[in-house]
């Protein structure tokens, strides 16, 4: 048997050892990996990371709707404000809706198209003689999922223009949905106008949903 020359078996060794280190090293970042994919499974994932997973461009955006009331609905549960997800994509709302109101009838009125707040607490600014002031309570109900999100009426945690206020969590509702808010008008007081004036007779109320819309690139 011929001999082995003692420098190739040095080299020889010397790229087993390399092979080797190379490949304990692979090993270690594989079981790191795996390590941190379990640890992934088993780690329950926030609302916020399961929408952020979501793939598709986020435009911001408000889903309101609009309705006409009158001073005859004071009390009452009123008609839904309908608000229709587009298919496109799924829309998240990140803040309570936004409510706001002005009259819109008769064409004359003194305060017609003067937008004011849904409640009379604790704005000091409604205290006026002459202002007209209504204070709703609302259900919200998604049609898709057959839900009721606020099933019993819940009193005025509303958005303003000047204050938007951030849902517990962002909410996600799907594609194609139709939400529905449902006011009660708790109190509607139109008040009598100085001489001269136009006292309301009915008025305009919008609800929206601030937040954005996930759409499918």
């Not at 587009?86 to 990140?94: E, K, L, V």
Request: charged share 20%.
């Amino acid at each position: 048997m011929a001999a082995v020359d003692p420098q190739l078996a040095a080299l020889l060794r010397k790229l087993a050892d390399k092979q080797k280190a190379m490949e304990d090293e692979q090993k270690k970042i594989l079981d790191a990996y795996e390590d941190f994919i379990k640890a992934c499974e088993d780690t329950p994932r926030s609302i916020t990371q399961e929408i952020d997973s979501i793939p598709g461009r986020r435009i911001f955006y408000t889903l309101g709707d609009a309705i006409s009331f009158t001073a005859a609905q004071n009390g009452l549960r009123g008609q839904p404000l309908s608000m229709l997800v587009s298919q496109d994509g799924p829309f998240i709302a990140t803040h309570y809706p936004l409510a706001i109101w002005k009259p819109n009838d008769p064409d004359d009125a003194t305060n017609f198209g003067a937008w004011s707040p849904v409640s009379s607490w604790p704005l000091p600014v409604q205290q006026v003689t002459n202002q007209d002031i209504i204070d709703l309570s609302y259900e919200v109900v998604d049609t898709g999922s057959q839900r009721n999100f606020q099933n019993q009426k819940v009193g005025p945690i509303f958005s303003r223009p000047d204050n938007l206020i951030p849902l517990p969590v962002p909410t996600l509702f799907a594609p194609n949905t139709t939400i529905n808010i449902f006011p009660t008008y708790e109190r509607i007081f139109f008040a009598a106008q100085e001489e001269g004036g136009v006292d309301t007779t009915g008025g305009e109320l919008y609800m929206g949903f601030p937040g954005y819309r996930i759409v499918n690139l």
